[in-house]
Each structure stands twice: as C-alpha cells, then as structure tokens.
C-alpha cells in the first residue's frame, strides 16, 4: 500500500478576515468623520403675550408678492380682480420687490392650472432675483 502525499489537512482552508475588517473600519472611520451634520432650523411658536410685548411690523414689512393661478391659468397678483399676463410677471415682480426688498414670493396654484404657468412664474421670479419663492396649496 502506498501512501498519497501532498494532500492537506482540512484546516488550512481557512480564509482570513482581518484584513477586510481593517478596511470596513478605515471607511467606517472616513464616513463619521467626514458627514457633515445639517444643523435642524425651527420655528419659535409665540404665545399671545408675547405678540404684545414685540413691536408688529409695519404694511410694507409683512407684505409679499403673492401670485394666484386660476383654473384656467389666469395669473391675479396680489388680489387685484385684473389677470395680468405672462409678459407681466417679471416686471412686477422688479417693482414689487425695489419697494420692499425683503418680500417673498408665494404661490398659490389652483388644482386644475397648469404646471407650466406655476414653472413660468417661478422662473420670472428667480430671473428677478428673488431667492424667497413658496407654493401653498389652495
């Protein structure tokens, strides 16, 4: 009888995985450290004795830009009953906006309007360099 050589024992199949650990703990190192944390804004809720004590602004501090689309696609801007038109928006939105800087633009689509006049408006609006541009729902 003679005896096979050259085969190995069942242990030695092994694999080693101290090396891919260290890599997973490199990157999981690189990642904490590198996130950037977003720092979380929140609204202060007044209570009614407070309102009283603060000076309320004036007309022209609280007013906006406030542009409603209708159902059908008519643009009123800041409750006048006259619809103005598409080529209107941006140069109202300059003569708004150089009597009180500090306005935003809010906009109120109706649900039948379209997309598109509510996208036009906001592009009038970012072309006259307001950075303040909200939509509310009806």
Do not use: H, W
Request: no cysteine.
């Amino acid at each position: 009888m003679k005896k096979i050589t050259g085969r190995k024992k069942a242990d030695d199949t092994n694999i080693d995985l101290t090396p891919m650990l260290d890599v997973v703990f490199i990157l999981l190192i690189f990642f904490v450290v590198t996130a950037t944390f977003l720092s979380e804004t929140a609204i202060e809720a007044a209570s009614s004795d407070s309102n009283d004590s603060q000076e309320q602004p004036t007309d022209d501090e609280k007013k906006n830009i406030l542009f409603e689309i209708g159902a059908n696609n008519e643009i009123i801007l800041n409750g006048n009953p006259r619809p103005i038109i598409s080529t209107q928006i941006r140069s109202n939105i300059d003569q708004l906006k150089a009597e009180n800087p500090a306005a935003s633009v809010i906009i109120q689509p109706n649900r039948t309007s379209e997309v598109a006049t509510l996208v036009m408006i906001m592009d009038a609006a970012r072309q006259a360099g307001m950075v303040n541009i909200s939509i509310v729902e009806p």
